[in-house]
């Protein structure tokens, strides 16, 4: 099947536009439709290659100017796949934070601390963090951005008896888990995270720059030390159309 | 320290309510008001036992009847359990199904096929399932119910190339992912699922009893053969106030 049968323009080779910037648009132009959503993965070259009646090596010089711009990523023995345009924690299937994942999927974002203080927390938190009513904990919240703007509202609650001063640590650079498991040296074992959608209120619409009300997908976590104590309580509010929370899962 | 020091009504000995009646209002109350949220693990027998200052056999039997209301539940070598009140399915965490996990935790459902039959699929769907536009597929639309009401609306397509007259099974009580292993024999291996928080459209808000424009959990899946073919892609949409999606997670 040619590329003119699967009803797009076909390939012209009567005009100065080089052929394989017309591949490039060609291809662009079925991702910025949809056609071709995030994760699809695309045909082999070879047969990629016999569908616009061209050599590889034009091909594959197509592919690498959208490769270039992010549109499309290869990955080694799976083949060329269009990239997401949302970011993709794997925050639902390992105990990672939202920062370790930025980090490792090459996503810069900028902190921005709202409360660094010690309060006394709401009753429901002080009972999943073990502690008695009236306790002090560290409260935390954060608005971590992209370039695109903000991504996702913070709010961690942690017990300072386990970790003692961390109010005076500058969070804008430093990471939760960062700081207990390295300054402090606690193990972090394992959490309970559950997922659910929410209609922002007008403190998480403010924070991520949504409307009031706008749906927004909320995280709540207990993590554990591998003592089996509680250490940290958050709430967290995503802005779901700037990144979704993704799992890679194995059947059994 | 004394429930009374915790501002509890003390336990009372002079009225005609037997004592473990009493303890067991107390943590019905705790429960109820949220200061026990769902997950809170309760001291230990003997400290809760001195804490009202009653024998174990006192308090084991109130807490007996908070485990046969529901109220709690015990995990043999971790303790007792405030239950949570929305179903948790651990769907991010596992390649297990709804029907799966609501089987495996003694949750009842019942499901309502809205639509099973042949159609052509959208241009994004057609290409995830790596199909020539116009292929048909399955349509499979259908809504999990509990007792409490609808829970998840669910629209899944399914190769037909792999499946060859799936459109005549009875999803009303077969499984998908039963029906597509036990029989076509198809070995399910991988699935990327991506979690979101959508405005319910008109039509999502009919099948899930929610106003439009109400928060839900949202789903998409494309689901991989071992031999890395696509065999299906769905769209799920849970009420969010019924089920929460939850993840246990082990770090590193």
Chains 1, 2 share one sequence.
């Not at 060609?26 to 050599?55: D, N, T």
């Not at 709540?220 to 967290?236: C, G, H, I, M, W």
Request: hydrophobic share 40%; proline share 6%; with cysteine.
């Amino acid at each position: 099947m040619t590329a003119d049968e699967r009803g797009l323009p076909g390939i012209q080779r009567d005009v100065p536009t080089a052929i394989h910037v017309q591949i490039s648009e060609h291809i662009r132009l079925r991702i910025a439709s949809g056609e071709w959503p995030a994760h699809y993965r695309l045909k082999s070259e070879p047969e990629l290659a016999q569908e616009f009646g061209v050599s590889r090596g034009t091909l594959r010089r197509a592919l690498t100017t959208l490769i270039e711009e992010g549109l499309l990523r290869q990955v080694r023995g799976r083949g060329t796949f269009v990239t997401s345009t949302t970011i993709e924690p794997a925050i639902a299937q390992k105990l990672s934070t939202l920062s370790e994942d930025f980090a490792s999927q090459g996503v810069v974002t900028t902190t921005t601390v709202r409360e660094c203080a010690l309060i006394v927390p709401p009753k429901p938190v002080a009972a999943l963090l073990d502690l008695a009513a009236g306790t002090p904990v560290l409260s935390l919240t954060r608005v971590r951005a992209t370039d695109e703007g903000p991504v996702a509202l913070l709010s961690n609650f942690v017990r300072t008896d386990l970790t003692p001063g961390i109010e005076r640590v500058d969070f804008t650079s430093a990471s939760l888990f960062g700081v207990l498991e390295g300054t402090y040296g606690l193990k972090i074992a394992t959490a309970r995270r559950t997922f659910g959608a929410e209609a922002a209120t007008p403190a998480v619409a403010e924070a991520l720059a949504l409307d009031e009300g706008a749906p927004v997908q909320y995280l709540q976590q207990v993590t554990y030390l591998a003592d089996d104590r509680p250490v940290e309580y958050s709430d967290v509010w995503i802005h779901s159309g700037r990144l979704r929370v993704t799992s890679l899962l194995v059947r059994r």
